[in-house]
């Protein structure tokens, strides 16, 4: 097997930073890690200098509808194909293509016309498909069309499950909803994450979804009943109920860098997933912008429906979202587990998602301006900057 060591580099493990280290990758595995000056004595078929980067696993981004000009919705493969290419030169080494509600009709053969991209990834791999619906509260619907909204039913799950040959990773839906817990028994069944969100729970239907099983939250505080100090809400369940992971849209814009910050002191690391959320127009370098079959522009930092200026999504990259949570009191530990290996517990992918001996070499060296070089997806060495 090829052996590559990589020295020179801000090592971020789970527990600690290695400022001045080197790790030695095997196949496709972190073999060792050890101070810089002990590389002189490892043999290796390549060796890459990191000149002082920061050493981090590959990213993950468990919510994204597209990204380059290319995603889900435009209904092809292909389209799956080149957002994998255009996330790897972002450090993203694995990501969950996010579909919004719609029709279940259109949705179960839009899952079917997807399914043939995994698997076939020269980037980022495609670990399954978020659904961002369809059985949402009407009164939360963000950017989703009332239209496309449904009530809960255990057989179009089914038919969604099926369409998909299992690739589901998780389904956004409101607890409060009649019939939900049927649904919410099938993801548990499948190996499928239910998410709490777009949702207008009050406190009390938001604990009761947790209880039924519900044990993460869609882009917190944003598309939910908010707190209140006499009615506390789907965003008070996100803060007070410590067995509850939420993701969060880490643009600054979506929800405040101060609540962002107030998280990490409410709720313990391991619980915390940063996500973009990023259009498929973030990166596209000329329009028309399109989400969702509707002309988007980009303004105040996110993307919005040009028709009536509603928020419909961020512009983020997950490096740019490492440097934020940086700048907003975040240890470079702290803020890269957000993005690595949180989200890899929360999808319970083994092995991966830390810096550590016997775990994938999903490897992204970060420049000191948060500036992706090179990635390793599995081992095998991509240089990222054109």
Not at 197 to 205: L, N, P, S
Not at 325 to 334: E, H, N, P
Not at 351 to 366: H, K, P, S, T, V
Request: charged share 20%; hydrophobic share 45%.
């Amino acid at each position: 097997m090829t052996r590559l060591l990589i020295k020179n580099a801000r090592i971020v493990m789970l527990d600690r930073v290695l400022e001045n280290g080197a790790l030695l990758v095997d196949g496709n595995k972190i073999a060792d890690i050890f101070p810089a000056e002990q590389a002189a004595t490892v043999t290796a078929d390549t060796q890459v200098d990191a000149h002082g980067a920061w050493a981090i696993p590959g990213l993950i981004d468990t919510h994204i509808h597209g990204f380059g000009g290319f995603g889900p919705e435009q209904g092809t493969p292909e389209a799956l194909l080149n957002m994998s290419l255009a996330l790897a030169k972002q450090g993203v080494c694995a990501f969950c293509p996010t579909l919004y509600a719609t029709h279940p009709t259109k949705l179960t053969q839009l899952l079917r016309t997807l399914v043939p991209a995994i698997g076939q990834e020269k980037g980022a791999r495609i670990l399954g498909f978020h659904l961002e619906g369809p059985f949402i509260s009407p009164a939360k619907p963000g950017a989703m069309k009332p239209q496309d909204i449904v009530t809960p039913d255990v057989q179009i799950m089914q038919a969604l499950y099926e369409a998909a040959q299992g690739h589901i990773t998780a389904i956004t839906l409101a607890p409060e909803l009649e019939n939900i817990a049927p649904i919410v028994q099938f993801c548990l069944q499948h190996h499928i994450i239910p998410q709490a969100g777009h949702t207008d729970a009050t406190y009390d239907e938001f604990c009761r979804g947790i209880d039924m099983g519900i044990k993460h939250v869609t882009h917190a505080f944003n598309a939910m009943r908010p707190f209140n100090h006499r009615e506390p809400g789907a965003a008070g369940g996100v803060l007070m109920r410590t067995d509850v992971s939420c993701e969060f849209i880490g643009d600054g814009v979506h929800v405040h860098p101060q609540i962002i910050s107030f998280l990490r002191r409410v709720k313990s690391e391991d619980k915390l997933v940063l996500i973009t959320d990023a259009l498929t127009p973030t990166a596209q370098p000329n329009g028309p912008f399109i989400a969702n079959g509707d002309r988007v522009v980009f303004e105040g930092g996110v993307w919005r429906r040009k028709s009536d200026k509603v928020i419909t999504g961020s512009a983020l990259t997950l490096p740019k979202g490492i440097k934020n949570l940086v700048t907003w009191g975040y240890s470079m530990g702290q803020a890269v587990r957000c993005a690595t290996a949180n989200p890899a517990a929360l999808l319970q992918l083994k092995n991966r998602g830390q810096i550590a001996r016997g775990f994938q070499a999903d490897i992204l060296l970060l420049n000191k301006d948060f500036a992706p070089e090179k990635l390793l997806i599995g081992g095998n060495i991509k240089n990222i900057i054109d």
